[in-house]
């Protein structure tokens, strides 16, 4: 009997890598942020920079600057990991844009920063999830990233209202960023063990 390579079945793509588990997305994310987040509080604790808005443009800078940088190390994909800084930049800045408009726009009351989380984080969930391919998943991976998120933000508030001072808005800053960076570890884990994942190896245009 002779050998036909015709009637052989296609070669199966090779496997992807796993890549970091959950543990690690979210140790990472919290501890990698939260460092970065130190760093961008330090403006606001050490009265580095005058004057409310470019302090909180100076503020986002920090965390645009070199969040998504720190935060690559969670994208599996090495072409991926080239160019989420820049999609984080985007990711962030509608954070930004949506946190903004409801604390100044309620004028810090109401519970304007609790509003803002809300539309800020939805808007980043819903980037990443329409980015990396998952469909109908937004409620999970908005739940997770708002309750890490929150869990910082507030536990950051908490010490800075027990130590005041530079010492209080630093731990705010770190303990911000660590909740924060844990829930985005949380939602880039989640995206990318999702059967549909799609990794952009483009920057945005």
């Not at 052989?8 to 588990?21: L, V």
Request: charged share 10%.
């Amino acid at each position: 009997m002779t050998h036909n390579p015709e009637c052989e079945s296609p070669a199966a793509d090779p496997p992807r890598a796993a890549g970091p588990g959950l543990g690690f997305a979210l140790g990472y994310g919290g501890v990698g942020f939260g460092l970065v987040s130190a760093v961008a509080y330090s403006l606001w604790a050490y009265r580095l920079v005058n004057g409310a808005a470019f302090l909180y443009a100076s503020i986002a800078g920090v965390y645009i600057g070199v969040g998504g940088l720190v935060l690559s190390r969670l994208m599996r994909d090495a072409g991926a990991r080239k160019t989420f800084p820049l999609w984080f930049a985007l990711g962030f800045v509608i954070y930004a844009i949506g946190w903004c408009a409801c604390w100044f726009g309620l004028k810090g009351k109401f519970q304007a920063d609790f509003w803002g989380a809300v539309a800020g984080l939805a808007s980043m969930t819903l980037l990443w999830q329409r980015l990396y391919g998952r469909p109908g998943d937004f409620w999970r991976l908005f739940a997770g990233l708002f309750a890490l998120h929150s869990a910082g933000y507030y536990l950051g508030e908490a010490l800075y209202a027990t130590m005041h001072g530079p010492t209080g808005r630093l731990l705010w800053g770190a303990a911000h960023g660590v909740g924060f960076g844990a829930g985005i570890g949380y939602v880039l884990w989640r995206c990318q063990h999702s059967s549909k994942m799609r990794l952009p190896s483009t920057a945005p245009p």
